[in-house]
Nanobody, 127 residues
Framework: EVQLQASGGGSVQPGGSLRLSCAASGFTFDDYAIGWFRQAPGKEREGVSCISSSDGSTYYADSVKGRFTISSDNAKNTVYLQMNSLKPEDTAVYYC????????????????????WGQGTLVTVSS
């Protein structure tokens, strides 16, 4: 059974940083792409970032490029999302998700065809 456990959310002031973690189990981690999407109240779901566990290829939404960094620790079956320079518009519930296979660089082939996702973690950016 595929399980994805997100953690690391919290409250932070604008300009601050948080690191989210996604611990994965129940599947061959190296075969999958793991990523994050978010959903804010009253807004549509937005794909944020994803990474191929096999070769490290990444995708970032334009809204987070230069501020967020995704990384993978294959020894720990864990993916991280380092979020810097946070803005109020980053406030949302963040979910980690998995997809196999993933066409590198294509957001729709990941976020439009998720195989699994876990419970979210809330990120609040407010002064």
């Amino acid at each position: 059974e595929v399980q994805l456990q997100a953690s690391g959310g919290g409250s932070v002031q604008p300009g601050g940083s948080l690191r989210l973690s996604c611990a994965a189990s129940g599947f061959t981690f190296d075969d999958y792409a793991i990523g994050w999407f978010r959903q804010a109240p009253g807004k549509e779901r937005e794909g944020v970032s994803c990474i191929s566990s096999s070769d490290g290829s990444t995708y970032y939404a334009d809204s987070v490029k230069g501020r967020f960094t995704i990384s993978s620790d294959n020894a720990k079956n864990t993916v991280y999302l380092q979020m810097n320079s946070l803005k109020p518009e980053d406030t949302a519930v963040y979910y980690c998700a998995a997809r196999y296979p993933w066409s590198r660089g294509s957001s729709s082939s990941f976020f439009g065809a998720l195989d699994a996702w876990g419970q979210g973690t809330l990120v609040t950016v407010s002064s």
